[in-house]
């Protein structure tokens, strides 16, 4: 199962709507055939690793680290797969929460006379399928935020000097966390000072997440790295129901898709724009701030991991903090984290953390 796990991995950021899902098939202590969720979310682990195995399937153990699932859609069933496989004995990891399955791949397979055994490496399964999960479940994708700053959690000097406080090997692990992601998710006024690209950079040719840029009044530049790229690489704007008509017409001639979102005060909600997200077919999306991007998402209890990047330097008061007023008068009122690890990263420390 742990082998299971690791390949469902090679998955993540590659699947969405789909989860990203391990599949190993054993024959007489041997593995004869090994599969995850290929790019798009078809085919499934199930069949690709039935295929590899061939005719040894039959009378063999598969271990998969979500329940198969049970439901027509562009694909069959993949319970209904390992059943015409000859499979005798399935491992499953963790349930699907999804209602067309919820116990109904499960069903088929002992109907079917096929020994299941649940619940083997639970919470790690878990916890990688934890994006899908909240998706099926509250209509949001898993949140991670990262913030890279000074050792006193600035992200700029006083004049807005911000490149480079990290090191060359802290910045290519934030592109490796890119990959990981559905999404990759700023605000506007990041969008506006710093011009970025947002992709997934020297890891060879790898499927790039979209970009999405939370702007209540779509003011963003119109000649920016994301408006000249929008159409080789997707961009999704959050904006604004009032935002202006011919901007939302100006972006999506430029290649944008554009997602309406409610307020809430002077600022987009961030419940509703992680709605819109989900709805869209999102399951993890990684936010890079800024800081009043960063407040919003903390203050609405919606970040599930924080991941942070220090650097042994010290700006001082007069930088720019990595996170926007929270409003927080007593400590009893701040949002708290639990440590999940902690690594350096060259020069740099590497430091998780997971809601609590």
């Known amino acids: 199962m742990s082998l299971a796990l690791s390949l469902g991995r090679r998955g993540m950021g590659r699947t969405a709507p789909n989860p990203a899902v391990g599949c190993v098939v054993v024959k007489d202590g041997r593995i004869v055939g090994r599969g995850w969720t290929q790019p798009g979310g078809r085919p499934h682990a199930e069949p690709v690793a039935l295929g590899q195995a061939g005719d040894a399937a039959r009378g063999a153990t598969a271990y998969v680290t979500l329940e198969p699932c049970a439901h027509h859609g562009q694909t069959p069933p993949c319970a209904n797969a390992l059943v015409d496989a000859g499979i005798s004995r399935v491992v499953i990891a963790t349930q699907d929460s999804d209602a067309r399955v919820d116990g109904a791949g499960i ?83 990041t969008a506006r000072h710093d011009d970025p690209s947002l992709t997934v950079r020297g890891f060879g040719d790898v499927q790039q997440p979209a970009r999405v840029v939370v702007s209540r009044r779509l003011d963003l530049p119109l000649l920016s790295t994301l408006a000249r790229t929008a159409k080789d690489i997707p961009v999704i704007v959050c904006h604004g129901r009032d935002a202006d008509p011919v901007l939302q017409d100006t972006w999506r001639d430029l290649g944008a898709t554009l997602l309406p979102c409610g307020t809430s005060g002077s600022q987009l909600d961030p419940h509703d724009i992680l709605q819109q997200l989900g709805g869209h077919g999102f399951t993890r999306v990684f936010c890079e701030g800024g800081g009043a991007l960063s407040a919003s998402l903390i203050e609405a209890d919606l970040v599930d991991e924080l991941v942070g990047f220090t650097a042994g330097i010290v700006i001082g008061a007069e930088g720019l903090p990595n996170i926007g007023a929270l409003g927080v008068e007593t400590l009893a009122a701040a949002q708290r984290y639990a440590l999940k690890s902690v690594s350096p990263v060259g020069e740099d420390i590497c430091h998780t953390w997971t809601r609590v």
Request: a positive charge; charged letters at 20%.
């Open 107 to 189: 069903a088929i397979l002992r109907k079917a006379g096929v020994d299941v055994t649940m619940g083997i490496c639970e919470a790690k399964a878990q916890a990688d399928h934890v994006g899908f999960f909240l998706r099926t479940e509250q209509g949001r994708p898993f949140v991670t935020l990262k913030l890279a700053s000074s050792f006193d959690g600035r992200i700029a000097t006083g004049t807005g000097e911000s490149q480079w406080i990290t090191g060359p090997l802290a910045r290519r692990q934030v592109h490796a966390l890119r990959a990981r992601h559905d999404a990759v998710m700023v605000g506007g006024g």
